[in-house]
Each structure stands twice: as structure tokens, then as C-alpha cells.
């Protein structure tokens, strides 16, 4: 392409400082070093883990920094030695990349790499540097991705190419949301078929949770949100009913034990936040009942409970990208959307221009 080699001139949504809005900015991206490629953005998703930043409770993140992790794009250029990518492919930037080299790519349990930089804060490609700059400035890198800007640059173990016919604007939700909760439900928790599973947290991973434990076959999926208004979307996905904890006046523990004879099988935390952790814990089955920790809580966050909770067989896990490995997994996950396996369209709620990026954290924000 024309613009290989060169730096590009492009907009981006550039966080300044916490609690401020995104600023469209015109930046430049420098071109792809070795081992790194550079990709035309044309879809993002806006997740809650991108508002965590902009609302200052990730204590650890440098700004300016180009937010985003949830994209899909066409290859612009590639640095030397990358391998199997080339200009005009599909791609999707990936949160955790998967080096295939180190104790966790080569275990087959595993999915998060060494290399990743999640939860770092560094705001760095592997070579220690970003390659935006915006007004002479520097501009930090988000988790290896950066989504919200018309082109971004990744490391070549941070990108997989996927069908050439998808969709960019439906699958690049697989480049975080969709995976993270569908996988929580079909790899970490490993649902089983005819098994109860309460799903605490109904935004967009929380939905792609229920779609999974539905792919799994289980017979009753409770949603468990405190906005009533996305019980309806949660039942189109799957759930065999919702329920409202301020509805009750006791312990929503309590009411779930009431009616699934004890506890369910299986119960997930979409939120990130810590007490609802530990009732999603206490609501499992006390002999075996199986949590998985999905939400991302603040850094300064710690969870409490109490140990003979897990002695009498409840098990607690987290999953971060549902446990996929990601560049062998998501162009599989592309290839089961083309084949109609599960519906993404179920997840979309609006389509804005990228000017319009505050008012899709405004509609995230307040459970639109």
C-alpha cells in the first residue's frame, strides 16, 4: 500500500486525564517495527473495562492514553518477519496475546500469556515503546490493542487474521466481550448439560455468558441484574428467567438457595465488584457448586470470604478471555459465527459514528 513505511495522519479518541471525556484528535502512527503490524480500524466495541480507565479506577494507567480493546480491522502493513498476516487481511487485535513459546501458551489449561500486559499499565508494545504521538505529545498504548483510533499498530502475537467474509462490525465484539463471557460459560466453568446456572451482571459480557451456558445445554439460566430494563434482552439470549436482588429484603443468597434446592451448579460475576463476588460465590451449591470471576474489579479492590465456604466442595475461578487461546481460538470463534452457531447481533444495541464515542460511554454508563 501507499502508506507503507510512512507515518499516517489519522483521528483517534485520545483520553487526556481520568474523568474527563474522549477528545477526537488528529494523531500520527508511526509504521510497524519488526514483528508488529499496523491495522486499519473499522469497527470497536466499547466495553466496561475501557470506562474503568476513564473513570479513574484502574489507579495504575498512564495517560494519554488510546483506549479500546474490542476491534476489528484490515492489515495496512506488516513489520519484517511477520508470518501469515499480509496487507488486506481481516483481523482481530488481541488482549491476550498467545507467543506460543512460554509455560502458559504450552499448557493446554492455560490461556494467559507471559507476554500479556494486562493489568501492567505500562501502556507499551513488547519493544517498550507506543507508536502514537498526538500534538508532539506520546501517547500511551491500551492493553496491546488501542481500538479507538482509525489505525493502531500491534505486535504480530497480538493479532489474528479471521474469515475473509465476516462481518468486522458484528465480530470484532469477539475481540473481547463476546469471547470473555461465552467463554467463562464453555471453558472455565465447563457448564453441563441440564445444570442451573445464575449469571450476576446482564451488561454485554454478562449476555455473552448466558449464550454460552445455552450453547451447553443448561436447563436453567437465572439472570440476576438490579435494572429490570435488560431482562428482556437477557431471556432473547437465553435466560430462563431474571430476577432484581432489591426486590428482597434478605440476602439474595438466601432467595437463590430457595429455589434451586440449595444453591445452583454453576454462578458467574459479570461486574467487578467484590461483594457481588462473594454472593455469586455463597449462591453456588455448597458441595459443588462452581463460580467463575469474570467482572474486572477497581485495583484497589480485595474480596472477602469465608475459607469453609470452599472446604465443603464450591470451587472459585477466573477467566480472562473466556480461556481461549487466542490466535488459534478466535478465527475458530469467527468461523462458528459465519456457521450460525450462536447470534452476536443479539449484543448489538446501537451504531454510532466514532465522533459520537462519549455518547456510547453515556448509553454503557446508564444500562442503555
Given at each position: ?12 479518541a ?53 483506549l ?12 519484517s ?185 454453576y ?7 467484590t ?17 467463575t ?26 477467566s ?21 452457531k ?27
Open positions: 500500500m501507499a502508506t507503507a513505511g510512512k507515518i499516517i495522519k489519522c483521528k483517534a485520545v483520553c487526556w486525564a481520568p474523568n474527563k471525556p474522549l477528545s477526537i484528535e488528529e494523531i500520527e502512527v508511526a509504521p510497524p517495527k519488526d514483528h508488529e503490524v499496523r491495522i486499519k480500524i473499522v469497527a470497536t466495541g466499547i466495553c466496561r473495562s475501557d470506562e474503568h480507565v476513564l473513570s479513574g479506577s484502574l489507579s495504575y494507567m498512564k495517560f494519554p492514553i488510546i479500546g480493546h474490542e476491534g476489528a480491522g484490515i492489515v495496512e502493513s506488516v513489520g518477519s511477520v508470518t501469515g498476516i499480509k496487507p488486506g487481511d481481516k483481523v482481530i487485535p488481541l488482549i491476550v496475546p498467545q507467543c506460543g513459546k512460554c509455560r502458559s501458551c504450552l499448557n493446554p489449561d492455560s490461556n494467559f500469556c507471559y507476554k500479556n500486559s494486562f493489568g501492567k499499565g505500562d501502556g507499551k508494545l513488547l519493544d517498550n515503546c507506543s507508536r502514537f504521538t498526538c500534538k508532539g505529545t506520546g501517547v500511551y498504548n491500551f492493553i496491546g490493542t488501542s481500538t479507538f483510533t482509525e489505525y493502531t499498530v500491534v505486535d504480530d502475537i497480538s493479532v489474528a487474521k479471521i474469515h475473509d467474509d465476516a462481518p468486522l462490525d458484528k465480530v470484532c465484539l469477539i475481540g473481547c466481550g463476546f469471547s470473555t463471557g461465552y467463554g467463562s460459560a464453555v471453558n472455565t466453568a465447563k457448564v453441563k448439560p441440564g445444570s442451573s446456572c445464575a449469571v450476576f451482571g446482564l451488561g454485554g459480557v454478562g449476555l455473552s455468558v448466558i449464550i454460552g451456558c445455552k450453547v451447553a445445554g443448561a436447563s436453567r439460566i437465572i439472570g440476576v441484574d438490579i435494572n429490570t430494563n435488560k431482562f428482556a434482552k437477557a431471556k432473547e439470549c437465553g435466560a430462563t428467567e431474571c430476577i432484581n436482588p432489591k426486590d428482597y429484603n434478605r440476602p439474595f443468597q438466601e432467595v437463590l438457595a430457595e429455589m434451586t434446592h440449595d444453591g445452583v451448579d454462578s458467574f460475576e459479570v461486574i467487578g465488584n461483594e457481588v463476588m462473594a454472593s455469586a460465590l455463597s449462591s453456588s451449591h455448597f458441595a459443588c457448586g462452581t463460580t470471576i469474570v467482572g474486572v474489579a477497581p485495583s484497589d479492590a480485595k474480596m472477602f470470604f469465608d475459607p469453609l465456604m470452599l472446604l465443603t466442595g464450591r470451587t472459585i475461578k477466573g480472562s478471555f473466556g480461556g481461549w487461546k487466542s490466535k488459534d481460538d478466535v478465527p475458530k470463534l469467527v468461523c462458528d459465527y459465519m456457521n450460525k450462536f447470534n452476536l447481533d443479539l449484543l448489538i444495541t446501537h451504531k454510532l459514528p466514532f465522533e459520537k464515542i462519549n455518547e456510547g460511554f453515556h448509553l454503557l454508563c446508564s444500562g442503555e
